[in-house]
Each structure stands twice: as structure tokens, then as C-alpha cells.
């Protein structure tokens, strides 16, 4: 039976080099029996976590506030697999994926952990103009520790500036082969 695969993509580039790696990835998971979502997040309106504690995990919309997150909550509750897309930028991941992340709290308040633990897993596909990589890398693995998610690994492009210079490159091939080998 395939794994349901929720998808974060955090480029601002709907054609960009991250987004090379997450076509190829849904493309390798889907050829091997995986339904994947994938939710652009630079097309929704999302907004930064308020701090409040006021989220209740078991709620419909977990968090106070009703915006596009209210799509995201119940695709991640459902999800085996979350997927984190995103480019490298300031040594960390897109303003973009990093507000979506931080909303994700919601899930872990109120009456029942929703998030944590649940047999979830997770991969990072990042593309990035230098090889910084470090400092996400140690971020996303401190993440999944955290949540207790299966790290999958990484799969992690470099020298990518200009949109297209991803093309040809084996890290396309790594993220088809990650994603078919759910």
C-alpha cells in the first residue's frame, strides 16, 4: 500500500531549481504507488505564528487563527510522509516554509499531540547558489529529533543560481530515487 505524502514547498519560484527536485521526487514517488499533495506556500496566504499557545491539536482548525494553514492542518495530521522544500537562503531555510513550520505548533497543543511521534517521516530537498548546507541541516535534524519523525535524509543541490541550472544534475536523480523508494 503506497505512503500519503504532503509536500512543503517553500520556494518563491514556482518553476525554480527547488522545485526541479520536488517534481522529480513526486515523480519517483508516484511511480511507485505514493499519493503525493504538494501545497505551494508562496501562492497562500499564511501568516507568522502569534505565540499564544491558544491552538487545541484536536480542533478542526487547531490554530486561533483562519487562514490557508486551515488546507495544510488536516493533510499533515493524515500524512506518512512530510516533505520539506525549500531553498537555501541566509544559511537557513525560506521565510516562506519557516512560517508554515512554525504554525505546525498547533498540532502539539491543547488535548493531544497531533504532531509528534505518530509514525511520521521526513525528508529535506534544498537547492541553494553556494554549499552552505550546514546549519539547516543541523536545524532540520534537531527538527526531526524533536518530532520524533524518521529523518529520510537529504537531498541537497548546490550551485544552483539561475533558475534551470539544476537541470541534468545527479541531484535530480537522488530525489526520483528517494521518492520511489518509500
Known amino acids: 500500500m503506497g505512503k500519503n505524502i504532503v509536500i512543503l514547498n517553500g520556494s518563491p ?7 526541479a527536485l520536488v517534481h522529480s521526487f513526486t515523480k519517483g514517488a508516484e511511480s511507485a504507488g505514493n499519493a503525493v499533495t504538494e501545497f ?10 502569534k505565540g499564544c499557545f491558544g491552538g487545541h491539536s484536536s480542533r478542526e482548525c487547531p490554530c486561533v487563527q483562519k487562514d490557508d494553514m486551515m488546507q ?3 493533510a499533515v495530521k493524515e500524512c506518512d510522509v512530510i516533505v520539506l522544500a ?4 541566509y544559511w537557513n531555510m525560506s521565510g516562506q516554509i519557516r512560517t508554515a513550520i ?15 511521534g505518530h509514525n511520521k517521516s521526513s525528508a529535506l530537498l534544498m537547492s541553494a547558489e553556494g554549499y552552505g548546507f550546514e ?3 543541523l536545524y532540520y535534524d ?3 529529533e524533536h518530532l520524533k519523525w524518521n529523518n529520510l535524509g537529504h537531498v541537497l543541490a548546490g550551485g544552483n543560481g539561475d ?8 541531484e535530480i536523480q537522488k530525489a526520483f530515487e528517494l521518492g520511489n523508494n518509500l
Open 163 to 170: 533558475v534551470g541550472d539544476i537541470a541534468g544534475k545527479p
Open 142 to 144: 534537531h527538527l526531526m
Open 72 to 74: 495544510i492542518y488536516p
Open 135 to 137: 546549519d539547516v541541516v
Open 40 to 49: 505551494f506556500l508562496d501562492s497562500m496566504n499564511i501568516h507568522g505564528c
Open 13 to 19: 519560484r514556482k518553476n525554480g531549481n527547488t522545485s
Open 102 to 116: 512554525d504554525r505546525l505548533f498547533a498540532l502539539e497543543e491543547g488535548d493531544g499531540n497531533l504532531l509528534r
Open 86 to 89: 525549500t531553498p537555501l537562503y
